[in-house]
């Protein structure tokens, strides 16, 4: 047998060829680690596209990519989106004022503001609709917080009225010849005369009125109760009554008088209720011995009353009574009783300045601010209270957010808020300043 002949060069073709056969095995295996690694991402992003709904099943249980969903605004949404942006910009306009927020005011100018009007001791001043009225040479002229004349009523006779509002109803009464007239939303709705001459008015946010008037045949005062149609829903005498409220569409009338049962002069509180029978319409509430009341509220089932040295509310079911405030009437300067909460300014002679809190009635104290100086006269409302110095005028919310302060001139005699709170009628001998927040 012959024998191989041994190449040296056969080892050094081997060996290249098992190192270029290790390098093709692992570029296949970096390769197949590279595939893994890019199906295991790929599965990693589908797992987590499912995770945010991008893909779904279809009947075979495949994964597909789910159709993209395509939105349009509809014309509903829009209306919706325009409603809210009116609503609060609506909200800003009306009830930024009561926080310090006026989006709408303008350069300051009393001057610009004003009416010229030669005002008489017989002239009559109020607020009616929210807007101002003045009675004047025998009519009545209506302005807004602009100083525009929104409307002018002449009565054909001559006579100085007795006149109450509520809302959008004004009464207006002769009261020497019994004629009464009523306006809703500034228009003549009824002209009635009564036989007897009119003591008092009264009169409700339906346009009920009640009206306390003499007849020459007797020495009682007999109230009627009439609709805004002037159709007659109750008569009663009684006399010595002070003030009164009509509540629940006229249904029962609480009324005030001055009490002559006793050698004690006092105060009755009573009630009329339309829906008893007639022997049980009438019930007293409760008799204040020695104190008289200066005003009252009715709220609920509440009388909150201003006396001579307290605030006290009264139960009108039962009678009970309960002292919100006791002040010092040498201290107390001033108060007044909103639908909601009352305000007093009294003297603190301890710190020598003068204190002012805003109270509800279930007695939690709304707001309480220290003035250094007292002002002449103050006119409160049910959001805005306005304490008028000599030269200017310090306005602030029940909240005790100072809103401005305004420099006048000098004290007007008499002033009307109006405009929901937002607008107070400065009143002088030849002119009228209309001052607005």
């Known amino acids: 047998m012959k024998k191989r002949k041994n190449n040296k060069n056969s080892s050094i073709f081997l060996e290249e060829e098992i190192n270029q056969a290790e390098a093709e095995l692992n570029e296949d295996i970096n390769q197949s680690i590279d595939i893994v690694n890019r199906n295991r991402e790929e599965l990693d992003n589908q797992r987590q596209d499912r995770i945010n709904g991008k893909f779904e099943r279809n009947a075979g249980g495949m994964m597909l990519v789910k159709p993209k969903a395509r939105y349009s605004i509809k ?88 006149i109450t509002t509520n809302g959008n109803y004004m009464l207006v009464t002769n009261d020497s010849t019994g004629t009464m007239y009523l306006f809703e939303n500034r228009k003549e709705i009824l002209n009635k005369k009564i036989d007897g ?171 309480t601010t220290v003035l250094d100086s007292v002002p002449k006269s103050m006119a409160s409302s049910n959001y805005i209270n306005y304490y008028i110095y000599q030269e200017h005028i310090y306005i602030q919310n029940k909240w005790g957010v100072e809103l401005k302060q305004r420099d006048i001139g000098f004290t007007p005699k008499q002033s009307v808020i109006f405009n929901n709170c937002k607008s107070i009628a400065l009143i002088y001998t030849n002119k009228i300043y209309i001052l607005n927040i």
């Open 75 to 162: 014309l509903k949404n829009i209306l919706i989106a325009m409603v809210v942006i009116i609503i609060l910009v609506f909200a800003v306009i009306y009830f930024g004022p009561y926080f310090n927020i006026n989006i709408t005011e303008k350069n300051y100018d009393l001057e610009s503001n004003k009416v010229e009007l030669v005002t008489k001791e017989s002239d009559i001043y109020g607020m009616y609709d929210e807007d101002f009225y003045v009675f004047s040479n025998n009519s009545i002229t209506v302005y807004n917080s602009k100083c525009e004349v929104v409307w002018n009523h002449i009565f054909t006779e001559g006579f100085v009225p007795s």
């Open 197 to 367: 001459k009119i003591k008092n008015t009264f009169l409700d946010k339906y346009g009920n009125m009640a009206i306390e008037y003499t007849v020459d045949s007797s020495h009682t005062d007999l109230i009627s109760v009439f609709n805004k149609n002037g159709e007659e829903k109750l008569n009663f005498y009684h006399n010595n009554i002070v003030s009164m409220e009509m509540l629940n569409d006229a249904s029962k009338i609480v009324f005030m008088q001055t009490n002559t049962d006793s050698s004690t002069i006092g105060t009755k509180f009573e009630i009329i209720d339309i829906s008893k029978k007639e022997d049980e319409r009438l019930r007293e509430i409760t008799t204040l011995n020695n104190q008289f009341v200066y005003n009252f509220k009715v709220n609920g089932k509440y009388i909150y009353a201003l006396t001579d040295d307290k605030i006290i509310s009264i139960n009108v079911d039962n009678g009970n009574i309960q002292e919100l405030k006791k002040f010092d009437s040498a201290q107390m300067l001033f108060v007044a009783l909103n639908d909601k909460y009352y305000t007093y300014l009294e003297r603190d002679i301890e710190n020598g300045n003068y204190k002012i809190e805003n109270i509800n009635y279930n007695n939690t104290v709304v707001s």
